[in-house]
């Protein structure tokens, strides 16, 4: 064996197990260190070290013999070489389907209505909430402007996707009250969704809308108001037909 991958709890410890499979003195191998061990935050974010151990050329070693004296070493040496292969996995592939922003640690964003987070044990995104949202985290409400997020923790987002305006109109009589203004606000239909973010240290969570005008007046019902009003002759019916076609607000004399 001329190079093999090592993991421990310590990097000494990964060094001496390194050389204990390879059967091998330090002198003999060069050592490099992948991975330096970390205790975490509670638990949280705890790494092994992994340390690569790759044999001088110059040195040759009878590892036949050396199998034959040592009880049991081909299964461990066997052991150790899958060990190996999941190791290099880890550490030389990156994720499948991410991009190199979503890799880095302490970043957050949105994307498809969902919320994800990207963080370790010393780096964590941040976020500011905006009017219209609800957010949980761990089920529990958020009642401040801005948190802190962390992929331990699950969270879900609350707002209202769909409401509707409703439209409003009015006819005002003016000029000695012979003449008629008709104002028309037509309604909104909203439909809303949360705004997509690239992966940052910060990100803001906020809505987007989409909003469809709404016209329900009918020809019918200014007549009837008219008539209400006593206002029978001198119609413009084209201001009429105007009113029930527009999507804005609109003041129709």
């Known amino acids: 064996m001329n190079e093999f991958i ?3 709890s310590t990097v000494e410890d990964a060094i001496d197990r390194g050389l204990h499979v390879m059967n091998i003195s330090q002198k003999d191998v060069n050592i490099e260190v992948l991975q330096v061990n970390t205790k975490g935050f509670i638990g949280i974010g705890k790494k092994q070290a992994i340390v690569k151990l790759k044999r001088i050329k110059n040195t040759q070693q009878n590892i036949e013999k050396t199998t034959n004296s040592v009880p049991n070493l081909e299964k461990f040496v066997q052991e150790a070489l899958n060990e190996y292969k999941e190791t290099e ?3 030389k592939k990156p994720p499948m389907n991410t991009t190199v922003e979503e890799e880095k640690e302490g970043v957050a964003w949105i994307q498809n209505n969902e919320l994800f987070v990207n963080s370790s044990h010393d780096k964590y995104a941040t976020a500011s909430i905006k009017e219209g949202i609800t957010l949980y985290k761990n089920e529990e409400k958020i ?4 948190i802190l997020l962390s992929k331990d923790d699950e969270y ?6 769909f409401y509707e305006k409703p439209m409003s109109w009015k006819i005002s009589i003016i000029k000695n009250e ?3 203004i008709l104002d028309v606000y037509p309604g909104e239909k ?5 705004k997509d973010v690239a992966p940052s240290e910060h990100i803001t ?9 709404v016209n329900t007046l009918s020809k019918a019902d200014i007549l009837a108001e008219l008539d209400n009003k006593n206002i029978i002759f001198g119609l413009n019916h084209t201001a009429i037909e105007n009113a029930l076609e527009t999507k804005e607000q609109v003041d129709l004399s």
Request: charged letters at 35%; proline letters at 3%.
């Open 89 to 91: 996995e880890l550490v």
């Open 6 to 8: 090592s993991k421990a």
């Open 143 to 146: 009642t401040k402007q801005t």
């Open 205 to 213: 969570i906020e809505l987007q809308s989409q909003k469809e005008p």
């Open 190 to 194: 909203i439909s809303r969704n949360l």
């Open 178 to 180: 012979i003449e008629a």
């Open 156 to 161: 879900r987002v609350e707002y209202e996707e």
